[in-house]
């Protein structure tokens, strides 16, 4: 019988597998398919900026004979005329790698801020932190963030940039976002998963790589970058209760579930969802 946390992870998985729209554009880059259009959009790719066709309902990048460099500069000129035309969240000059299959070579990178709107599949690390006597550290994120502001959070997360390893990014982000340095600490690797669900700017199609730390009594966690605003530490059932109630974000959510089935929580009678211990 699956147990209370394989439930809930599954329930908001399904919510977090949109298939694309009736009438969505398929977006081609080198001869692969590596997004999905609103069709406003693609007409105005097609119509504004040199190195698109459009028909069919498929956008093509016109590539041919384009290496990694070439694709990636006609997609900072189209990034560039997404913005302007108010179809793009400022620019991020974050560029992030273009691959229609994770483990096979990356196509060409674009500037973060087009991705969404352009339904290009970005890869994110989740960091899961455990205290010493097995509570979650949890992060509220700031009101400042584009995607889902005010929601909690792993104890770390973000984004894969273009030429960075999953390990890298996984450094990177534990640092900027807590303050810890992982060198050193016991690091678990956990699934990896897919999203796909819309937002404000389009679609949110992003490849998860989950990992836990557990981290030494007395480790003091400090945002760096400006986008948490606060840390908390909280029993595993708190945890569980707030995403029934929606307080994670899906990714977080997701990512938290599947450490909690892999440390075995599912056969713990202590775990209640309603923040609760039976103890």
Known sequence: MRGAVASLRMRILAQAQMRPVADAVDLVVAHRVCGSVAPRVAAGLARGTAGFSLRDKVLELDDAGLDYAGRSQRLRLAARWLLQA?????????????????????????????????????????????????????????????????????????????????????????????????????????ARLRVRRSISEGTLAELVHIFDVDLPAGTAVVNQDGEV????????PAVLAAIERGEFTVEAALATLDSLERRGQDKNPRTRMDGSNTA
Request: aromatic letters at 6%.
């Open 86 to 190: 108010g179809l793009a969240s400022a620019w991020r000059d974050e560029e992030l790698e273009i691959r229609c299959d994770p483990d096979a070579p990356a196509l060409a990178c674009i500037d973060r801020c087009a991705v969404r709107v352009l339904g290009i599949t970005t890869y994110s690390v989740h960091l899961n932190g455990y205290t010493a006597d097995g509570q979650l550290v949890v992060a509220l994120r700031a009101a400042h963030k584009r995607v889902d502001p005010g929601l909690w959070d792993n104890l770390a997360g973000g984004m894969i940039g273009a030429g960075e390893s999953v390990r890298s990014a996984l450094a990177r982000e534990a640092f900027e976002e807590a303050g810890l340095d992982l060198t050193g600490l016991p690091i678990q690797e956990g």
């Open 229 to 236: 605003e606060r840390f908390a530490t909280r029993p595993v």
